[in-house]
């Protein structure tokens, strides 16, 4: 079946920038995404890309895909306080019934 | 316009106690999905409906039962709690591509 896989936990100093990485192994997989989680809250879609594209920017976002490799990546730039999160990766084929298939979460720590 | 809404935001249950966890949502979206989220393991889907009357399992559905009678609503239900299932609780719905989810309810089974 479908694997999401990302590393648990990211440190970075405020200003820097954050690189968040996912592997995947639904060669199948058609949509990309990457979900933001606060603290006590639900998921929120940040972006998404298609499996034809292999890069996309979205403002300080810029996501990368390598579908040889099977590998997702998520570049904050100039990271803020504020984007201390949850960060998921997740991948949906084709059909109207395609599940989501969760990562486990990448916990990004933003330190001063 | 509400989205997704998610009742009750908490709840303890003791072992073997049934509960309904409510999921509404107002984007008349067909597809709407049940989710668990626990540490260290991400999402895993428990139910999915692509449509009124139309439900089927996803990853984890041992435990768990669903409906979806209207397009609005589609409501889990525990029929008797066990620790096992404590857990914090998303509902979503799908537009073309983009999934939308709920605040969460946070369970815990004593």
């Known amino acids: 079946g479908e694997d999401v896989e990302q590393s648990l936990f990211l440190s970075v100093r405020e200003g820097d920038s954050s690189v968040i990485n996912c592997t995947y192994t639904?060669?199948?997989?058609?949509?990309l995404y990457w979900y933001k989680q606060e603290p006590g809250a639900g998921l929120q879609l940040l972006t998404y890309?298609?499996?034809?594209?292999d890069m996309k920017q979205d403002q300080r976002l810029t996501v990368l895909l390598n579908k040889k490799d099977k590998h997702l990546s998520l570049r904050i730039a100039d990271t803020q306080t504020g984007d201390s999160a949850i960060y998921f990766c997740?991948?949906?084929?084709?059909?109207?019934?395609?599940?989501?298939?969760f990562g486990t979460g990448t916990r990004l720590q933003v330190t001063l | 316009n509400a989205g997704v809404t998610q009742t009750p935001k908490f709840q303890v249950l003791k072992t073997g106690q049934s509960m309904t966890l409510q999921c509404a949502q107002d984007?008349?979206?067909?597809?709407m999905s049940w989710y668990r989220q626990d540490p260290g393991m991400g999402l895993r889907l428990i139910h999915y409906?692509?449509?009124?009357?139309?439900?089927d399992q996803g990853e984890v559905p041992n435990g768990y039962n669903v409906s979806r009678s209207t397009t609005e609503d589609f409501p889990l239900r525990l029929l008797s709690a066990a620790p096992s299932q404590t857990s914090v609780y998303f509902c979503?719905?799908?537009?073309?591509?983009?999934?939308?989810f709920g605040p969460g309810t946070r369970l815990t089974v004593t």
């Open positions: 979503a719905t799908r537009g073309v591509l983009e999934q939308y």
């Open positions: 639904d060669s199948s997989s058609t949509y």
């Open positions: 890309i298609f499996s034809n594209m």
């Open positions: 997740a991948e949906m084929g084709t059909g109207t019934a395609s599940k989501l298939t």
């Open positions: 984007m008349n979206h067909e597809y």
């Open positions: 409906s692509v449509g009124a009357g139309i439900t």
